[in-house]
């Protein structure tokens, strides 16, 4: 069963399809590196496609994914940057598809590469031009991964741990404020009912002392 991406929830409301393939690549990234090259070079040949359909540049018969990503840069409608992710991963999937190859450490560069480009797309296309990704979360690592690669795993857990821990401490900060202010305005509510009952009592005990000095005149 597929399960949730960490790293490409953003485009799955909008770019359904787009999410599914990322989400297949992440999925076969610990126990095949091969086919986990071979969708996310699915995934930016679609996302071209996708970038040419929204800056509307009609597609060309028999256009290969090459000549595409051609048109695309000479039309200036991707960035440098993202040109030269796209051919990254075109080159990566190709091998892996006619080749066959494909290792664990060029799945996870694959990954990491395929989400800086949907982060860009996401803020280009996707009316979000201020999203905040956060840090790119490593998937589950192969069953013996080499000791490079484990390495770098781990750098990326001990990322986002740390940022989890700021996110946790923000939290729990904003939580305590929230707690502060709750019991600021408790305490002023009690302080302005507590007023108006001692004003109550008061008009109540002046009342009452009118009444007794009335009868004590009364009775002079």
């Given at each position: 069963m597929l399960g949730k991406s960490a790293n490409f929830g953003f485009l799955e409301k909008d770019a359904?399809?787009?999410?599914?393939?990322?989400?297949?690549?992440?999925?076969?990234?610990?126990?095949?590196?091969?086919?986990?090259?071979?969708?996310l070079r699915q995934f930016a040949e679609l996302l071209a496609q996708e970038v040419a359909a929204r800056t509307n540049r009609l597609p060309v018969a028999d256009e290969t994914f090459a000549d595409?990503?051609?048109?695309?840069?000479?039309?200036?409608?991707?960035?440098?940057?993202?040109?030269?992710?796209?051919?990254?991963?075109?080159?990566?999937?190709?091998?892996?598809?006619?080749?066959?190859?494909?290792?664990?450490?060029?799945?996870?560069?694959?990954?990491?590469?395929?989400?800086?480009?949907?982060?860009?797309?996401?803020?280009?296309?996707?009316?979000?031009?201020?999203?905040?990704?956060g840090p790119f979360t490593p998937p589950r690592p192969p069953p013996d991964p080499a000791d490079e690669l484990r390495a770098e795993l781990a750098t990326l857990s001990a990322a986002l741990a740390a940022t989890q821990t700021e996110s946790e401490k923000a939290r729990a900060e904003a939580?305590?404020?929230?707690?502060?202010?709750?019991?600021?305005?408790?305490?002023?509510?009690?302080?302005?009912?507590?007023?108006?009952?001692?004003?109550?009592?008061?008009?109540?005990?002046?009342?009452?002392?009118?009444?007794?000095s009335a009868e004590l005149a009364g009775l002079q």
């Amino acid at each position: 069963m597929l399960g949730k991406s960490a790293n490409f929830g953003f485009l799955e409301k909008d770019a359904a399809q787009l999410y599914r393939l990322a989400a297949l690549a992440e999925h076969y990234f610990p126990t095949d590196a091969n086919t986990c090259l071979f969708k996310l070079r699915q995934f930016a040949e679609l996302l071209a496609q996708e970038v040419a359909a929204r800056t509307n540049r009609l597609p060309v018969a028999d256009e290969t994914f090459a000549d595409l990503l051609r048109r695309l840069r000479y039309d200036r409608a991707v960035p440098r940057e993202a040109g030269e992710l796209f051919h990254q991963l075109r080159v990566l999937g190709n091998s892996a598809a006619h080749d066959g190859a494909g290792t664990h450490a060029e799945a996870l560069f694959a990954l990491k590469m395929a989400r800086e480009l949907a982060v860009w797309f996401h803020r280009a296309f996707g009316g979000a031009a201020d999203f905040k990704a956060g840090p790119f979360t490593p998937p589950r690592p192969p069953p013996d991964p080499a000791d490079e690669l484990r390495a770098e795993l781990a750098t990326l857990s001990a990322a986002l741990a740390a940022t989890q821990t700021e996110s946790e401490k923000a939290r729990a900060e904003a939580e305590a404020r929230a707690r502060a202010l709750l019991a600021a305005e408790e305490r002023a509510r009690k302080e302005a009912d507590d007023r108006v009952l001692w004003e109550q009592l008061a008009q109540e005990s002046d009342d009452q002392l009118r009444r007794v000095s009335a009868e004590l005149a009364g009775l002079q």
